[in-house]
């Protein structure tokens, strides 16, 4: 999916607004939704930080909803259910920076070796357990393919060598961060 620059913000704009109009428990924003490709169904995270200092991050990996609503939900979700993190103050909301990372569709791997980093995010499951990192992960912490591969392993509660056994499957994808 290619967004233009106008998608792009009208995107931002709406994760904002659905953020804002929480605290006034008012239901998500629509605004108007013109682009056929905002009504694409698409998976997306959106990452809210402020001063630099992750906030918090949330996301579908694959498409259920039209892109627009799932970054309401996520943006919403991102600012008020991150366990991570204690839900976002009013005050917080004029400080946020907001990423907003589309994906494309996964695709499986048999070879660690076919992630490139900076391009690919990645997706770990083995049994029960699944973690994901987004691909400017690995670019933000300065990390290695070998390293991007153990912290997507740990995040998905398995030991970090986890990779290298047959029985995990490893998924990539690429984003369109803005």
């Known amino acids: 999916m290619h967004l233009t620059q106008e998608e792009k913000d009208h995107l931002k704009e709406l994760a904002l607004e659905s953020i804002r109009t929480k605290f006034q428990n008012e239901p998500e924003p629509e605004l108007g939704i013109e682009s056929e490709t905002l009504k694409e169904n698409c998976g997306a995270f959106v990452t809210l930080k402020i001063r630099g200092s992750l906030r918090g991050c949330i996301g579908l990996v694959v498409g259920m909803k039209p892109l627009y609503k799932t970054i309401t939900e996520m943006a919403r979700a991102a600012a008020f259910d991150d366990p991570r993190f204690t839900p976002l103050a009013e005050k917080e909301v004029d400080k946020l920076e907001i990423e907003i990372s589309v994906l494309s569709p996964l695709e499986k791997i048999d070879d660690?070796?076919?992630?490139?980093?900076?391009?690919?995010?990645?997706?770990?499951?083995?049994?029960?357990?699944?973690?994901?990192?987004?691909?400017?992960?690995?670019?933000?912490?300065?990390?290695?393919?070998?390293?991007?591969?153990?912290?997507?392993?740990?995040?998905?509660?398995?030991?970090?060598?986890?990779y290298q056994d047959r029985a995990t499957e490893i998924q990539i994808f690429t984003a369109e961060i803005f």
């Open 112 to 162: 660690p070796n076919q992630i490139e980093v900076g391009k690919h995010g990645i997706m770990m499951r083995r049994g029960y357990h699944s973690g994901l990192l987004l691909p400017q992960v690995a670019t933000e912490y300065g990390w290695d393919r070998k390293t991007f591969l153990r912290h997507t392993c740990l995040k998905a509660g398995l030991p970090e060598n986890a």
